[in-house]
């Protein structure tokens, strides 16, 4: 019953007339970021951050701002999905196998608020597997002495490929990137001048920010401009949508579907380096396992393939937040971004987050509560609204996005320096994603350097220099095992898993 | 080969951080372990990442022909200087130039472009600056 007052006093804080339209203006531009193609809702997350501390908000209305984009956009996804065949973000890729034809049997408008229910269920009963989990999970990381928290972040950092990571190595690299990024500046124990050679600028170390918005906007541009023209996703034939509600029957009959992508989904999404991109793929797999074993109907316009991957990548990403807010450490882009918010607002999530900000997390799972009833309310009827944004061409919407991130850069910092540092990032950003380097791990190295950093000093301090500090607990040993694990699978089953996720996808687009 | 060049990169880089660590200056406190151990792990690791890449590298990734590169260093130029405008002749006369070519490289008319640039510029200053108060870099006409 704890919980519940606790939930209760959260509702009191999200209740207010400020926060209640921040969670309606964060899931409206969510939901417009996540079906617009290119804009995913790390990068929707990412441009907005700095835009709202430059506006002075608290800690809580900019999370519940923030968050509500974050949910948003994992909705948004599906619009582009069903209505192109073009996914809006990454997780919504399951959901063009069969959303787009049903939209080209004319049921685009069933398929639209048919997903926007498995969404919301997915969502809802994420959040409410949230609020039993987290606190558990809190209980465990209470037991955490700076050598277990080292060996956490390498957890992360081990798992974060994920298990479709085809090169370890460059996940690595790319982990390293960030940390090495992280550590200019002066040192947080010594005070010592690390790599900053004399030069001013860099003597309070690399906003993340900039690297944020630099690594995930900007790069976005530039891979535009390299397929300059050929990028307009525009087309006259986005398909009309008409009948907006499903038929009860067709919904009724989606009922052990959704269940099932819930569970699925919220699962992939609390593992370290799933990702709500495995949730929809599990959701989607195992319910063409269960229910169409001779590929019968899915592919063609059955509604369950569009119930079951919306339903597990919204349970996802709701799974997602709890190993970020009970621990602190992130397990996918997204995340990532939104521990850069909490961190920007100098709140430190982890274990401690909950006894001493109970306000702040309480009011932000209330805030998401509040955040999916009214994006179920606006996909519904709105959806049309939604489908109009499709029209905007990429070739006028992405220069006013990368000016927009210059906006946000240059009124936090005022600086041309770190607004050509953005630039720079932005390059460096689009260089990494040629060599298929991944940018999440740089990402995350450059939030938590510091922290691993210190954490380490800490537990070397306490041991008084001896190494074996880290191997000293069976909790140590049992994070060791899980990082290795977590890093050696995907080198024996990574390329498997990821060339059936495209062989999913190639027989899809073969067969339109 | 690409992959190669780049792990000669990371090798270069990581040699780079590694004697960069080397060099970091103790001050009056210190701790056990001090400020270059962490870095020298980090650069360990770049190093032998970078190896790998040298020794395994993956398929060659598409890279765009000459023209699409030169686009991108282009634009990635006229960032710069957009960056490096800003405070001279203010937020909204670069962000017109700054959009407009933008919005022209990525394939609309240049007249439109223009248009597009001045609703952009004048869009995000209404909304941005009037309607939400950020502070937006000033020119000399003081907008």
Redesign the interface.
């Known amino acids: 019953m704890d919980i519940l007052s606790l939930l209760a006093n959260g509702f009191a804080v999200a209740l207010t007339p400020q926060n209640l339209m921040l969670a309606f203006l964060g899931c409206f531009l969510g939901t417009l970021m996540g079906a617009l193609p290119g804009l995913g809702p790390a990068n929707g997350v990412a441009i907005l951050i700095p835009i709202a501390f430059s506006l002075g908000l608290g800690p809580t209305p900019s999370l519940i701002l923030l968050t509500s984009v974050y949910y948003g956009a994992m909705y948004g996804g599906r619009i582009s999905s069903i209505l192109l065949n073009i996914p809006g973000d990454e997780p919504a890729m399951m959901t063009c196998i069969d959303g787009y034809p049903m939209a080209q049997q004319g049921k685009a408008g069933q398929a639209l608020s048919l997903s926007g229910i498995a969404s919301f269920v997915g969502a809802f009963f994420a959040t409410c597997g949230l609020v039993m989990l987290a606190p558990q999970l809190v209980k465990i990381a209470l037991l955490f002495g700076p050598a277990e928290y080292f060996v956490l972040f390498t957890v992360a950092f081990a798992t974060l490929g994920g298990i479709t990571s085809t090169n370890q190595a460059k996940s690595a690299f790319a982990a390293a990137l960030g940390l090495g990024i992280a550590m200019i500046g002066s040192d947080s124990q010594t005070g010592s001048q690390r790599f900053t050679f004399d030069h001013i600028h860099l003597y309070d170390g690399i906003d993340f920010l900039i690297a944020i918005v630099g690594l995930f906007a900007l790069s976005e541009v530039f891979i535009f401009l390299e397929h300059h023209r050929s990028g307009s996703v525009t087309s006259s034939n986005v398909p009309k949508v008409t009948k907006i509600l499903p038929d009860l029957k067709m919904l009724k009959s989606c009922i052990p579907t959704i269940t099932r992508g819930t569970g699925l989904g919220f699962f992939a999404g609390v593992l370290p380096g799933a990702g709500a991109s495995l949730g929809s793929f599990l959701a989607y797999s195992l319910e063409k396992q269960t229910v169409d074993r001779d590929g019968k109907t899915f592919g063609k316009g059955d509604p369950r393939g569009v119930a079951a991957p919306e339903a597990g990548n919204n349970a996802a990403s709701g799974g997602a937040l709890v190993p970020m807010l009970a621990l602190g450490v992130p397990g996918s882009g997204t995340t990532a971004v939104l521990l850069a918010v909490l961190l920007q607002l100098n709140i430190t999530p982890g274990p401690l987050l909950f006894t001493k900000n109970p306000d702040v997390v309480w009011g932000l799972i209330a805030a998401l509560f509040i955040a999916n009833f009214m994006l179920l309310a606006m996909n519904i009827p709105l959806v049309s609204l939604f489908t109009r944004v499709l029209l905007v061409p990429t070739r006028i919407l992405m220069p006013v996005v990368a000016m927009i991130s210059f906006v946000g850069i240059y009124s936090i910092t005022g600086s041309t320096f770190d607004v050509m540092l953005m630039v720079g990032f932005g390059l460096a950003g689009w260089l990494l994603r040629k060599l298929e380097v991944p940018l999440v791990p740089v990402i995350l190295g450059i939030l938590l350097g510091n922290q691993m950093e210190v954490n380490m000093r800490r537990a070397m301090t306490i041991s008084d220099g001896e190494w074996s500090v880290f191997v000293g607990s069976p909790l140590a040993i049992v994070l060791w095992i899980i990082a290795i694990a977590g890093f050696v699978l995907p080198m024996l089953y990574g390329r498997k898993v990821k060339a059936r996720m495209e062989a999913a996808s190639k027989e899809e687009i073969v067969k339109n | 080969m690409?992959?190669r060049i780049?792990g000669g990169f990371?090798l270069a880089l990581a040699v780079f951080?590694i004697w960069?660590?080397s060099i970091?200056?103790?001050?009056f406190?210190?701790?056990?372990?001090?400020?270059r151990?962490?870095?020298y792990i980090?650069?360990s690791?770049?190093f032998i990442?970078?190896l790998?890449?040298i020794v395994?590298p993956?398929d060659e990734?598409?890279?765009?022909a000459l023209n699409?590169l030169m686009?991108?260093m282009v634009?990635?130029a006229v960032?710069?200087v957009?960056?490096?405008a800003?405070?001279e002749i203010g937020?909204l006369i670069s962000?017109v130039f700054?959009?407009a070519y933008?919005?022209w490289?990525?394939?609309?008319t240049p007249l439109w472009s223009f248009v597009?640039g001045v609703g952009?510029?004048v869009g995000?200053y209404v909304v941005?600056h009037l309607i939400?108060?950020?502070?937006?870099?000033k020119g000399p006409f003081g907008i």
């Not at chain 2, 970091?24 to 001050?27: E, T, W």
């Not at chain 2, 490289?105 to 609309?108: A, D, M, Q, Y």
């Not at chain 2, 939400?132 to 870099?137: F, I, R, T, V």
Request: aromatic share 16%.
């Open positions: 690409s992959d780049f990371g951080y960069a660590a970091i200056k103790d001050s406190m210190v701790d056990v372990i001090g400020p151990a962490f870095p980090v650069g690791v770049l990442c970078s790998y890449f395994r993956d990734p598409k890279w765009p699409g686009e991108i634009g990635a960032l710069f957009y960056s490096w800003l405070p937020f962000t700054a959009t933008l919005t490289r990525l394939g609309t597009t952009t510029s995000i941005f939400l108060g950020l502070s937006l870099a």
